[in-house]
């Protein structure tokens, strides 16, 4: 019966006996350190030292007061107090907190606002490179103002929005579907080609990683090209717009018409491709012969 008794004292006071979960110490290791029960764990976990705690609230909240940090065995969240701050430092934290919320909305309103104008000096370079340099002021003075905030920025929308489209693609699509004889056209002269054995998977158009800023870099660039086109090849028409409207003309179809012929010669490559037998290099014959050749020589040497 004493023994029974004992048993369940040590058993309550080793129940009893507090342990920090966060650095194991008991109430022997040190006496003078103040505990706290933040949570409804129960057993060894629901005990921990208030300077354990303290610093692992620091490291959940990373500087951050206001973020929420939960008990990590039975997710309680803690009830984690502060004094009473004085009424300026609440008005000063209120401010804080009302800029940091406010900052990103600022910074997204001047990236726009950035674009926007820089897409406005776009729109009024490329109208002086369209009507000329004289005659595009004239314009743009006599114009709406309202009219150019809206119109000059939706010049590079344009240009952008008619680089993605691939006519190109839609041609040769077209030209594949209902002309069997097309091969006939852009392939190269050798009158042994045949028919293509098997017609290959169409690759994406732009699925690199460069394609973005190839649109982009392409429909910049397209009206000055345009106006050298026009310049170059329509010196003798005296509108500066007639001259960039037909050199951009001329530019798009004759690099339209180098990209389906590029595009179908790779296609009949593709077609065309063969996979071969495997076979042996000499080399590697060789070696192999010169090996066998030298294991040879080596195991008569021992047997002799």
Known sequence: MSTTAAEVRRRHESAERRSCWVCFATDEDDPTAAWVRPCRCRGTTKWVHQSCLQR????????????????????????????????????????????????????????????????????????MQLLGHKEGLDVME???????????????????????????DYVLRFWRKYSPSLWKLVSSNDSKLQMPPRVPLDRPGY?????????????????????ITG??????????MQRTVLGGIVFVAVKGVMNIYYKQQQFNRQSYRT??????????????????????????SVRE
């Open 56 to 127: 692992w609230v620091d490291e959940k909240q990373r500087g951050n007061s206001t973020a929420k940090v939960s008990c990590p065995q039975c997710g309680t969240e803690y009830d984690i107090r502060y004094p009473q701050l004085g009424f300026t430092v609440l008005v000063l934290d209120s401010i804080d907190r009302v800029i940091n919320k406010v900052c990103p909305f600022v910074a997204g309103g001047m990236i726009i606002g950035s674009l926007y104008w820089t897409a406005v000096t776009y729109g009024a370079v490329t109208v």
């Open 142 to 168: 006599r114009a709406d103002p309202l009219f150019l905030l809206i119109g000059l920025p939706t010049i590079p929308l344009v240009l952008i929005l008619g680089k993605m489209i691939r006519w190109e």
């Open 231 to 240: 310049k170059l090849l329509f010196s003798s028409i005296n509108s500066n």
């Open 275 to 300: 996979i071969g037998d495997f076979e042996e290099r000499p080399s590697t014959a060789t070696s192999t012969a010169s090996t066998n050749s030298s294991a040879a020589d080596s195991s008569s």
């Open 207 to 227: 699925t690199d990683p460069t394609s973005a800023t190839r649109v982009l870099c392409g429909a910049m660039i397209f009206p000055t090209i345009a106006t």
